[in-house]
């Protein structure tokens, strides 16, 4: 049934950290509600993404991200809005614990902040091993920490036995928090992870069993109708009249969008904000070995070329000749940025050629190299304004192990960081278009006053 953005059923899923099982029990219940006929709209809060990939596999539907840190308050209820509109449910996955975010207080873009901003009830998930008595204590301080966040309900996650569940509903009943469920510990759901962490849909090997598996999982145990009754009793959520931002551009302009499996990390603000400039999206596959599309701007977001570099490695000359020929106004992130530098070097010590239009090298390494929120500003050449601010995140493992010198794409704090050229702006960073519009605006009016044909 069609319901106003602002009145649908909804839900956050936290935990009282990383790790408590909170990316499985959202796509359990996703897939259990879908199994009754329910539409299910994911949302995940935070930069990640790999768990929206999951949540969208299980549900049938793009997931979002809502993150208070590089976008405001006003463009996560316009997401919120925009994407459940038509939806029966929506759940929203939180990141880490409930209460871990950034800022004097660590409460700014935390799970919390997300649940306060879309009035939503929050569900528990604790992971339960080695735990009795305890846990009361534990929901006590989660439900009494703060006023504005109501711990509507908990579910047990990796409980031994039907003995130690009912150990653990008698402790949650002397907290004060509905008991809503119990998970046991169980191999048959797990998903593929590596590096970077979960495995994409789009590389994991097609399992039509896992969501139903899934699914029962959580109906052997969880009370599904309480869970829905939770959700329906968030309160009307007031929602803008329109998408935040700036003006449409009164000039056409195509934009070429790098996406298969290699490169598939794009926040879909950032793409619904380009579409809502007036852009034309043209999607196409480097490790098909697709001809560059007829575009002014080019936008190659991260992925996993290290996982593909001997195939990316067959293609990389092609897109070399046509983007050196052409030079259309191109932004590389992380992923996008490795596989237009010169060479990259796998984990096993093999290095491949990649298009070498960016004057790096590039090798992954055993440890992370980079994990954060990012506040940059647009360097003094590259694609956008220079000065220009933005907001975004960086996760990868690989590193730069030679550079010739280059102008930077963008400037941290005092700190040179990326590679930039009057038509590119290459760096690790994922940025959030909506952090600055205007930004975005700018570089696609370049792009469509350059008429340039790729």
Not at 115 to 139: E, H, I, K, N, T
Not at 290 to 309: I, K, N, R, S, T
Request: charged content about 20%; overall charge positive.
């Amino acid at each position: 049934m069609t319901r106003t953005a602002a009145r649908v059923p909804r839900l956050v899923i936290a935990a009282p950290a990383s790790g408590s099982g909170k990316t499985t029990v959202t796509a359990g219940l996703a897939a259990a509600l879908a199994a009754r006929g329910l539409v299910v709209q994911p949302f995940k809060a935070g930069p990640d993404f790999l768990d929206p990939a999951v949540q969208s596999w299980a549900t049938g539907r793009p997931a979002r991200n809502l993150d208070l840190w590089m976008g405001s308050a006003r463009w996560a209820r316009w997401v919120f809005a925009e994407a459940a509109g038509d939806a029966d449910v929506a759940l929203v996955e939180g990141v880490m614990g409930l209460f871990d975010g950034r800022g004097p207080d660590a409460a700014r873009a935390s799970t919390a902040h997300v649940a306060r901003v879309l009035g939503a009830p929050v569900l528990l998930v604790v992971d339960a091993r080695g735990m009795g008595q305890s846990l009361a204590a534990l929901l006590h301080g989660f439900a009494t920490w703060r006023r504005d966040i109501r711990i509507g309900g908990v579910i047990a996650n990796q409980v031994g036995s039907a003995t130690h569940a009912e150990r653990l509903r008698r402790a949650a009943e002397a907290a004060r928090v509905p008991f809503l469920g119990w998970l046991p510990r169980t191999a048959d759901i797990h998903w593929p992870d590596r590096h970077l962490g979960l495995v994409p849909p789009a590389e994991a090997p097609a399992d039509p069993g896992w969501a139903e598996r899934l699914a029962r999982w959580v109906e052997q145990g969880v009370d599904v109708p309480a869970v829905l009754r939770l959700a329906a009793s968030a309160p009307t959520l007031p929602v803008p009249a329109g998408p935040p931002g700036v003006a449409p551009l009164e000039r056409p302009v195509r934009v070429a969008v790098a996406e298969d499996p290699a490169f598939l990390f794009y926040y879909r603000e950032n793409l619904g904000l380009l579409e809502g400039l007036g852009a034309q999206l043209v999607r196409f596959s480097p490790l098909a070995g697709d001809p560059l599309p007829d575009a002014e701007a080019l936008y190659w977001g991260g992925g996993f070329p290290e996982v593909h570099a001997r195939r990316l490695a067959e293609t990389a000359p092609q897109y070399r000749g046509a983007l050196m020929a052409r030079r259309p106004l191109t932004l590389a992130e992380c992923g996008g940025m490795m596989y237009l530098a010169r060479r990259l070097t796998t984990a096993d010590g093999r290095v491949y050629p990649m298009v070498g239009v960016i004057p790096v090298d590039i090798a992954m390494a055993p440890r992370v190299q980079a994990l954060g929120y990012r506040s940059v500003r647009a360097g003094p050449t590259g694609v956008f304004p220079p000065g220009a601010p933005f907001r975004g995140h960086e996760f990868h493992y690989s590193r730069v192990v030679r550079r010739d010198p280059a102008p930077p794409a963008w400037i941290a704090g005092d700190t040179p960081d990326g590679f930039a050229a009057p038509w590119i702006s290459a760096g690790y960073v994922h940025l959030y278009f909506p952090s600055n519009p205007e930004g975005v605006r700018a570089w696609l009016a370049r792009a469509a006053a350059s008429r340039r044909v790729v």
